[in-house]
């Protein structure tokens, strides 16, 4: 704080060497006293701390006179602190042209034009260095001395990443004083991001419950560790050490990021604290054998697994796969790679595809999180994984022949279980009853909060009612004439938030008898379904429904027509993709908090209801290879951000299955 004020006090003209000997109280005491009644302006670069803020303002009175300080810092928080009234200048990244622009005046000066013949390898440089002005600071005073030829530019260009990291001074160093001032429980939070790779969208229900399983945070009264989880992530996006790429319309993040310099600064610190070591290298038997004592490891390319039966950790707790695993070991050896980490947390082998699934990993009792591709089916022996929190089981064979997965019964004793993540329909029997002195005891899947993909068959009473803590549910499976009446079971489903239920197959499902019931329901995905007008009104009528997206769904003669008596009270969020829809007829009373719309490939659509843009709460209008009239853009009110795209990303069947189970 002295050299602050100091600092501070260094820019008053007339006051230098009076003030060497003064207490903190007296430079603040004198810096208040020259300041009074005048108009001043004062700039703090770099503020850490709301104390630190507090210290600095009481030294500058507020005469009303203009006077103005100007602050800047990482921290989000600090900056709302010092005036939760004024708004924030969030600072971005620089576009490619003022990257270039000044990698350009640091290595030429302001003066001098750069050489016709390194200015497209010049901008590539720029490109790379993620618009981050300290990267491109640190890459052109390397630059700088070079002789001014392509060749050596464009050796550049190609490590960039290591130029930076070899003047750590420069630029690690400053990034890691925002390391350095993290809480403890966010430092390996931060750190375990990089074990994904370079420039990966990392979507955030996975770093969420990989920072579950591992322990590193801890329950607050009345929050879930989920919840926790996602303050923390909020956390290190306000300190600016993440990137947000994508967020849920309510502001949740869906997605994030993390720029290159961050991420080589938190490898960097993750492999001085022993905490990761990431790689790309392809025998790992010898490689794991010397560094047995890190706590994780992420494999970024497809890795070489011979006889590890000598291996063994009691400290690894995590272990990322992103490639293939190329098995040269015998049969009875094969999968000893695994086994030899007893007390690993989290496995996650992204991309292998196993022909059966590998037992040896049962036998990892302390697994809470595993991510797995078989064409086999789940052995009955996964039960004994009675820690396991999340399993991801990716069956692609049966998910592209439609076919069902039978799930083993002993799963119902995986009692600690609080997600079961399947990318093919399911079938899951009703749980056994033991017997226990004169009465029957039904095991239960009582944590269980996520399920994906059942089929109908599995709805049934004996089965919900040992689900009695799930908040999200995935049906997926052929319609067929009893799936309704299964569908009715859905109402002991109490605490029931998000409903998915895709049908695939000629027949269509009919929300008749059921869909009235999902009271609890926020959000609801619908694909493969008939709707009927008198269904349609049985939606509106759902207290809490936020989130409605109809997926290629067939409406009762192709129009949706809505009553005034038809309100959507609190839905904020309507997506209509690929409908049988010709005339839709409604109006601002039938969505009166809609916040967005997203029309996708509404061919047949002839035009959106006029009185829809007068919706008061709408702010964006999404219309996706759609061929509505364009003269409906401009109508309604001003603040409406209409936006019109001629592709759809998710064009294949495969990336719109995908987006509707995600």
């Known amino acids: 704080m002295r050299r602050l004020l100091l600092s501070l006090v260094c820019c008053i003209p007339g006051m230098a060497d009076k003030f060497l000997e003064k207490t903190e109280d007296e430079l603040a005491e004198l810096l208040y006293g020259r300041v009074k009644d005048r108009r001043y302006l004062i700039v703090v670069d770099d503020i850490w701390s709301t104390k630190v803020w507090d210290n600095v303002t009481r030294c500058f009175p507020d005469d009303n006179n203009g006077s103005r300080i100007i602050l800047t810092g990482r921290l989000k928080d600090v900056a709302t602190y010092a005036n939760p009234d004024s708004p924030l200048h969030e600072m971005g990244v620089l576009s490619l042209d003022d990257s270039w622009k000044l990698l350009s005046i640091k290595v030429f000066g302001a003066n001098d034009l750069c050489p016709s013949e390194l200015e497209v390898i ?18 052109a005073g390397h630059l700088s001395k070079l002789a001014r030829r392509s060749e050596s530019w464009i050796i550049v260009a190609k490590t960039v990443s290591s130029v930076v990291a070899n003047d750590p001074d420069k630029c690690l160093g400053v990034l890691g004083m925002s390391y350095n001032y993290l809480p403890n429980h966010l430092k390996p939070c931060f750190l375990s991001i990089g074990a994904f790779p370079e420039d990966f969208e990392i979507k ?10 591992e322990g590193f945070l801890k329950a607050e009264r009345l929050k879930s560790l989920e919840k926790v989880a996602e303050e923390c992530l909020e956390d290190l ?19 994030c990021g993390i720029h290159d310099l961050l991420r080589d600064l938190s490898l960097r610190e993750a492999q001085k604290e022993k905490f990761l070591h990431v790689t790309s290298i392809r025998y790992v ?14 494999f970024l390319s497809d890795i070489s697994l011979d006889d590890s039966s000598e291996l063994s950790s009691q400290v690894v707790r995590l272990m990322f796969f992103w490639g293939k695993l190329l098995i040269h070991a015998p049969p009875h050896r094969q ?24 037992v040896e990993i049962t036998q990892l009792i302390h697994l809470r999180y595993l991510w797995i591709r078989s064409n086999g089916n789940l052995p009955a022996s996964v039960s004994q994984l009675y820690n396991l929190q999340t399993l991801v089981f990716q069956q692609p064979e049966l998910y592209y022949m439609y076919k069902t997965l039978i799930l083993p019964r002993e799963i119902w004793n995986m009692t600690q279980l609080r997600r079961l993540r399947l990318l093919s329909g399911n079938y899951l029997s009703k749980p056994k009853r033991t017997d226990e002195g004169a009465t029957d ?14 089929c109908f068959a599995s709805c049934t009473a ?15 499976d052929a319609a067929s004439d009893d799936a309704s009446e299964y569908l009715k079971n859905l109402v002991l489903l109490g605490k029931l938030e998000t409903l998915k239920c895709v049908c695939y197959g000629q027949k269509r499902l009919s929300l008749s008898n059921w869909c009235a019931s999902l009271t609890s329901v926020k959000r609801l995905i619908l694909s493969g379904c008939l709707l009927l007008s008198e269904d349609m009104a049985n939606l509106a009528t759902l207290p809490n429904l936020e989130v409605l997206k109809l997926r290629d769904n067939e409406f009762e003669g192709q129009a949706w027509t809505l009553s005034d008596e038809d309100e959507f009270n609190q839905l904020k969020f309507l997506l209509l993709a690929e409908p049988r829809l010709v005339n839709w007829e409604a109006g601002s009373v039938n969505f009166p908090t809609l916040q967005k719309l997203v029309l996708r490939k509404c061919i047949r ?14 702010e964006v209008i999404e219309l996706i290879c759609c061929s509505i009239r364009e003269e409906q853009e401009s109508m309604g009110n001003s603040c409406l951000d209409v936006r019109a795209y001629a592709n759809d990303e998710s064009s294949s069947l495969f990336d719109f299955w995908r987006a509707v189970l995600d």
Do not use: Y
Not at 237 to 255: A, H, Q, T, Y
Not at 337 to 356: D, G, M, Q
Not at 462 to 474: A, D, M, T, W, Y
């Open 605 to 618: 659509l002839e035009e959106v209801p006029n009185d829809i843009v007068e919706i008061c709460t709408l």
């Open 335 to 358: 999968i000893s790679l695994f086994t030899s980490f007893k007390l690993i947390r989290v496995l996650a082998i992204f991309s292998h595809l196993f022909s059966s699934f590998p």
């Open 462 to 476: 004996e089965v919900f009612s040992c689900l009695p803590n799930i908040r999200k549910l995935g049906i997926l």
């Open 204 to 213: 955030a229900r996975t770093l969420i419950q990989v920072w579950v399983a």
């Open 285 to 298: 038997s010898n490689f794991l054998a010397q560094r047995h004592e890190r706590r994780g490891f992420s």
């Open 122 to 139: 010049g901008k590539q440089i720029a490109e790379k260095c993620g618009g981050l002005p300290l990267a491109i600071l640190v890459v």
């Open 441 to 454: 005891t039904v095991l239960g899947l009582r944590n269980l909060e996520e399920l994906s993909h059942l």
């Open 237 to 255: 996006s306000s300190r600016n050490l993440i990137m947000i790429r994508k967020r849920r319309f309510n502001g949740e993040i869906r997605s």
